[in-house]
């Protein structure tokens, strides 16, 4: 069974959040999606120094639909270039395995 | 030293996320649970498309102890299934990794 | 290029999140910190429990700047021993790596 992995991205309002999550959820690239509101963000990009208020998302996936995930995440999100960070996870309990090993 | 480990857990709501954390603290299986509140989550169980308002949390702990804190964690949990999402953490100061490697 | 990293670290307030993630910008240290209000953190520390209000940061860095940052943000933190864990990213997409290998 392929390993679950994880994928953080900030988005721009939790509205945006929510509409993409749902299309990932319809196009099986995800089981879940955790909205995390209230987020302020320091950055520097282009040589520019910036400040955002953001929510921030945790997305579970299976290892195997990593790069499909980021994809098409990178399609839907309202940047030009969304900032998504993916990491496998070591282990889950076989539940949670089993759940994002049928993705 | 054993490395440290990171393990993410919804929860239904905070009350109950700091009655586990504090079992766990009791336990030794945790050092830290670091609770986000007024989480969204968007999710697809079983076939059924979802969404619950919760608490996220990140728990403080070594990789010897990962499985028996998932274990733990699925006992004292009030879903059926919760979904832990564990990993290996690269490094961190000393101080962090005595810490944590204490347990 | 160098892979991309995650740091996870709590701060006693928002203020002093964003004056050490402005300095970690100013040092190139960091391309962004994501800082998520409102945490409650629960915990052992040298034999005593504890409960603190927090801010959660996750800073994003390079694997190759993973040990400097550590470094650096004990010096700047607050604590004699904040609790920092940082992990490298597997796949992030190239507009994302390219960002962070750029620090």
């Given amino acids: 069974m392929s390993k679950a992995a994880l994928a953080w991205c900030p988005f721009p309002n939790e509205a945006e959040a929510r509409a993409v999550a749902t299309h990932l959820l319809d196009e099986k690239l995800i089981a879940c999606a955790n909205i995390l509101p209230g987020m302020v963000s320091l ?37 030009a270039s ?13 539940t949670t395995a089993e759940w994002l090993g049928g993705l």
């Avoid at 969304?82 to 076989?94: C, G, K, R, T």
């Fill in 43 to 79: 950055y520097e990009w282009e040589g520019e120094r910036g400040e955002s208020n953001e929510v921030g998302v945790l997305f579970k996936t299976s290892a195997q639909l990593r790069d499909s995930l980021a994809k098409r995440l990178t399609q839907l999100h309202s940047y």
């Fill in 82 to 94: 969304p900032a998504i960070m993916l990491w496998d996870v070591e282990a889950a309990p076989e």
